[in-house]
């Protein structure tokens, strides 16, 4: 099994069996992402206490890489504080894009990696961002909130 495929074995199966699917019964922050170019979505919610994402869970449809990003998303992000969300968004980005970068929070056996395969179909990287892009409208509209 070459990498490619073991790739691919990690995003279907979060697409077959996803984590944190659902929605949180205590949420402050629910957020909806669309991706007109693939037809998928994603609805977000998270309770942020503390600066910390304590939880996280979505719903959507779509295609196996925008489901399956968002299922790796939250099993990486439930725990996380603010700042820390706010790096690894960066760095997932850099993945994705195929931009070189050094990474404080993604090691090379992390799910997140398997993503890096989109980098080459500019096309799919909005499908791979779409639960990102909703984290982080979320959780700016959040930190706002705080500010008043
Ligand atoms: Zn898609």
Not at 14 to 27: F, T
Not at 79 to 105: I, W
Request: aromatic share 6%.
């Amino acid at each position: 099994m070459d990498l490619d495929d073991l790739y691919q074995e990690i995003i279907l199966e979060h697409y077959k069996e996803p984590k944190n699917q659902g929605r949180v019964d205590a949420a402050n922050v629910e957020v909806e992402g669309r991706n007109p170019f693939c037809g998928d979505e994603i609805k977000l919610t998270m309770l942020v206490k503390n600066g910390l994402i304590q939880d996280v869970k979505f719903t959507g449809s779509g295609c196996a890489i925008s489901q399956s990003s968002a299922s790796v998303m939250t099993e990486h992000i439930k725990g996380k504080t603010v700042a820390e969300v706010k790096e690894l968004f960066q760095e997932f980005g850099h993945l994705v894009r195929g931009e070189s970068h050094s990474h404080k929070h993604i090691n090379n056996m992390d799910e997140l990696t398997a993503f890096q395969g989109v980098s080459a179909y500019p096309t799919r990287v909005k499908c791979a961002m779409l639960a990102w892009n909703a984290l982080r409208e979320g959780i700016e509209r959040e930190l706002e909130k705080e500010g008043e």
